[in-house]
């Protein structure tokens, strides 16, 4: 089973706006930190934005500030990415991921990324 499962990408213009979701397994949700992260061929993996449990904080890169915000709904064990403002360079395999220190394969925010889902496609067209 599948423990985190992105869906909501697409294609649109510069712009556009598009809004993530991500369904996280219930033993890995709670008391995490957790958060997206994107990679465009070629390219490092790019932390984009982290939410601590509550919201207590909340971080962005600085390319996205102001045009993507990060929330959550604990009822439905869901992390989302509202991107606005998109511009063809936020095109990139977007991944969530959740807290696992020891297993960590990208630290943003202080958070470990450790487990992280499939992925979702954006492409933003100028």
């Known amino acids: 089973q599948a423990q985190l499962v992105e869906s909501g990408g697409g294609s649109v213009q510069a712009g556009g706006s598009l809004r993530l979701s991500c369904v996280v397994s219930e033993y890995l949700y709670s008391n995490n930190c957790m958060g997206w992260f994107r990679q465009a061929p070629g390219k490092e993996r790019e932390g984009v934005a982290v939410i601590y449990p509550g919201g207590s904080s909340i971080y962005y890169a600085d390319s996205v500030k102001g045009r993507f915000t990060i929330s959550q709904d604990n009822a439905k064990n869901t992390l989302y990415l509202q991107m606005t403002s998109l511009k063809p360079e936020d095109a990139a395999m977007y991944y969530c991921?959740?807290?696992?220190?020891?297993?960590?394969?990208?630290?943003?925010?202080?958070?470990?990324?450790?487990?992280r889902g499939q992925g979702t496609q954006v492409t933003v067209s100028s």
């Open positions: 991921a959740v807290n696992a220190p020891r297993a960590a394969f990208l630290w943003f925010g202080g958070c470990g990324f450790g487990n």
